[in-house]
């Protein structure tokens, strides 16, 4: 799980993150791009020279050679842009009084984790923590 901590310190925010999870995730989409490669070149390979593959089937494996990759690279860059509007929402909460979504834990936000899934819990001055959750008021 990957954890992304925003922590204010003598009125300055310190921010660092770990990304094992979202390498995992780069892994399991490479991992089928590259099965998906390894298997066409096969195919390739392995034609039978008297009856080559058909020129419109190989443009289209072609093709979708392409959307695979701008899949792959879609997903990576919308994951990147989850983890930083995460980090700029905990940034922010910083040194704020939050409100929890019952209304009966208060106080100042010391620090904040976020999870890879953007799932983030404050940590308030007296130690109580407050989830990231509807309801939940930041001011």
Do not use: C, H, R
């Not at 620090?111 to 939940?136: C, K, M, Q």
Request: net charge negative; no cysteine.
């Amino acid at each position: 799980m990957t954890t992304v901590s925003a922590t204010s310190a003598v009125g300055s925010t310190n921010t660092s993150s770990t990304s094992s999870a979202a390498s995992a995730a780069s892994a399991t989409n490479s991992l089928s791009y590259n099965s998906f490669l390894t298997m066409l070149i096969a195919e390739m390979q392995n034609q039978d020279p008297t009856q080559p593959m058909d020129p419109t089937a190989m443009v289209s494996q072609l093709a979708t050679i392409s959307e695979v990759g701008q899949a792959v690279q879609t997903n990576t860059t919308l994951a990147s842009l989850l983890t930083s509007s995460s980090l700029t929402q905990a940034e922010l909460a910083v040194g704020s009084t939050m409100t929890s979504s019952d209304g009966k834990t208060s106080g100042e936000v010391t620090s904040v984790d976020v999870t890879s899934a953007g799932v983030g819990t404050a940590t308030l001055s007296d130690g109580n923590t407050i989830p990231f959750a509807d309801g939940a008021t930041v001011q």
